[in-house]
């Protein structure tokens, strides 16, 4: 589309008014599904028949009914599904994690059913995202989170939660995906086992010089260090790539909701939910 004629915002309030009725959702979600192809659930045929009065299409061979929700997270559990994508919506759109309170209120549900939708879609990312490993350039760090300790040991050795997390880059050094994990620790066994289940191997890896990174990140990456000054000012460890100076940072806090990262009280598990 042209620039003087630039293609329209889409808006919470247009989701709703166009996927109002639960019927169109349905067909919605099915040729979603089936866009490259039909395969029945049950026994992998190809061809179908199409019940729209029921929205639903009917193997041929089997003569099995596959539904819009058949094998999903969605399926029986009378939830409308409307409500299922104004969630997707609002996650995509959302710069910062959405909460189970604000769902609530955007949807008008109660918060038992709000928190529910939020993990079933999270489990459903999560899994995604299992599929595909970073490459070329990854950003690589690692942050705490959780709420201030008095009198107890911090950096490393810190009782709150340990994250690693990477993102990785194009050649312009512009942020394209990024993952993260909670760790028990900080050691080289820990951050070489993360590398090789989320980095694709030859990669090249930019991070500070923190002990534990070199010797894991040295075996199947290219791994580019730099030592971090503390009274440079940085916000973050990484200062390699200017242009993408505070990406890491920006991606921790999107999970905890809040900009600045203080005083965050999130446990493993909520942690865990989240990412």
Known sequence: MSKR????????????????????CKDFLLDI???????????????????????????KFCKADISATNGTFMHRTHIPL???????????????????????RSLGVTYKTAWYIL???????????????????????????GAPTHGKMRGRGTEKVKMIVALSKNAAGNPEYVKM????????ITVGRFARDNIR??????????????KPLAQKYFHVFETYDPTSGQL???????????????????????PDRKHHGLGLKSVRNTL
Not at 201 to 214: C, L, T, V
Request: net charge positive.
């Open 82 to 104: 409307r409500l299922w994508i104004v969630t997707a919506f609002l996650i995509m759109s959302n710069k910062c994690s959405v909460s189970a309170v604000t769902l609530m």
């Open 119 to 145: 993990q079933c879609i999270r489990k459903a990312m999560k899994c995604r995202e299992e599929r595909y490993l970073l490459d070329e350039i990854v950003e690589l760090d690692d942050t705490y989170l």
């Open 5 to 24: 004629f630039p293609k329209p915002e889409i808006t919470l309030d247009g989701i709703y008014s166009k996927f109002a009725d639960e019927g169109f």
């Open 181 to 188: 994990s909670d760790v028990p620790n900080l050691k080289g």
């Open 201 to 214: 191997a030859g990669s090249k890896i930019e991070s500070d010089n923190a002990r534990s990174y070199k």
């Open 236 to 258: 973050n460890l990484i200062s390699i790539s200017n242009p993408c100076r505070g990406y890491i940072d920006v991606s921790a806090d999107i999970i905890t909701n809040k």
């Open 33 to 59: 599904r089936f866009e490259k192809g039909f395969a029945c659930t049950f026994c992998g045929g190809s061809e179908y028949l199409r019940i729209r009065s029921r929205h639903l299409l009917r193997c």
